[in-house]
């Protein structure tokens, strides 16, 4: 029996729900760290890499459907996974997140 590249297993659902928990976590932290940083009357790039945290974060979340529907088509049929765009939107959301967190602490 040749080697099949789809597994009928879950992978890809788990695979699914982690995107979803690192979107919504993302979005959650920058969101309560750009309040933070607005209470304490800090505004400027702080804010802006905090906001922009969670647009990376709530872009990630629209693209999940997506992600996912791509994902099983290309298993099912088996193409190559290699669309790095949304690993680079949770990249550059943590980024941001932490780049706003440092200057946060630099400017209390």
Known sequence: ???ASWDPGLQS???HLAWIRTGAALST???VGAGVTA???I???ALAAFAFGALCGAVLLAR???RFERLQ???HLGLPLN???DALLAWWGVMAVVAGAVIFVISA
């Open 29 to 31: 932290l920058a969101l």
């Open 39 to 41: 209470r304490h009357g």
């Open 64 to 66: 999940v459907g997506l």
């Open 1 to 3: 029996m040749p080697f």
């Open 83 to 85: 669309d790095m765009t």
């Open 73 to 75: 088509r290309a298993l």
């Open 13 to 15: 659902e788990r695979t």
């Open 43 to 45: 505004g400027g790039v």
